[in-house]
T-cell receptor
Framework: DTAVSQTPKYLVTQMGNDKSIKCEQN?????MYWYKQDSKKFLKIMFS???????INETVPNRFSPKSPDKAHLNLHINSLELGDSAVYFC??????????????FGPGTRLTVL | DAKTTQPTSMDCAEGRAANLPCNHS???????VYWYRQIHSQGPQYIIH???NNETNEMASLIITEDRKSSTLILPHATLRDTAVYYC???????????FGAGTRLTVKP
């Protein structure tokens, strides 16, 4: 009964391909996020979704697009993959869109390798 | 534009207390101090957070100085499984943006 799950765990693909990473949370949270952790291990937020509305977009290229079919899912679609997209991508969720008790719970990560 | 400064790495003996410092000298009055950790190949895990009072939960204690310019995360009895990178983050409670720095790599040794 993993709280935040991601699939796949590993993804190896060629430059120029289009790929998707799926995320699901069973915590009943209202907000979900995508983070990117690069080779230097810095975690940077990419997107957050609250009630199907995008509320943060941290200057991420428009090749990346989050899609939320329902409150429990936030998938990340990436078009025309580039070498620099290689990283570990983490999904997270929180109860509210901010707030003192708004703790974010993270998934296990998806390691994307672009060849 | 890092808001926090942490030592790059620390060692701790198993069973002893691990004290991880964090400097946040530019913290604003409405910013909280959060601690997360990331065990190798896993997602970040929430540990504790506080505003100005010391806090304790089942995982750790958070000691915040009176001027709020620094804090210390205390793992009272470190185990080998506590080996991880520990991140100190300051953020406004209503801000969704969690900006992770480089963190402190804690190694618990037998």
């Amino acid at each position: 009964d993993t709280a935040v799950s991601q699939t796949p765990k590993y993804l190896v693909t060629q430059m120029g391909n289009d790929k998707s990473i799926k995320c699901e949370q069973n915590l009943g949270h209202d907000t979900m996020y995508w983070y990117k952790q690069d080779s230097k291990k810095f975690l940077k937020i990419m997107f957050s979704y609250n009630n199907k509305e995008l509320i943060i977009n941290e200057t991420v290229p428009n090749r990346f697009s989050p899609k939320s079919p329902d409150k429990a899912h936030l998938n990340l679609h990436i078009n025309s993959l580039e070498l620099g997209d290689s990283a570990v991508y983490f999904c997270a969720s929180s109860q509210l869109a901010g707030g003192v008790t708004d703790t974010q719970y993270f998934g296990p990560g998806t390691r994307l390798t672009v060849l | 534009d890092a808001k926090t400064t942490q030592p790059t790495s620390m060692d701790c003996a198993e069973g002893r207390a691990a004290n991880l410092p964090c400097n946040h000298s530019t913290i604003s009055g409405n910013e909280y101090v959060y601690w997360y950790r990331q065990i190798h190949s896993q997602g970040p895990q929430y540990i504790i957070h506080g505003l100005k009072n010391n806090e304790t939960n089942e995982m750790a204690s958070l000691i915040i100085t009176e001027d709020r310019k620094s804090s210390t995360l205390i793992l009272p009895h470190a185990t080998l499984r506590d080996t991880a990178v520990y991140y100190c983050i300051v953020r406004v409670a209503t801000d969704n943006d969690m900006r992770f720095g480089a963190g402190t790599r804690l190694t618990v040794k037998p």
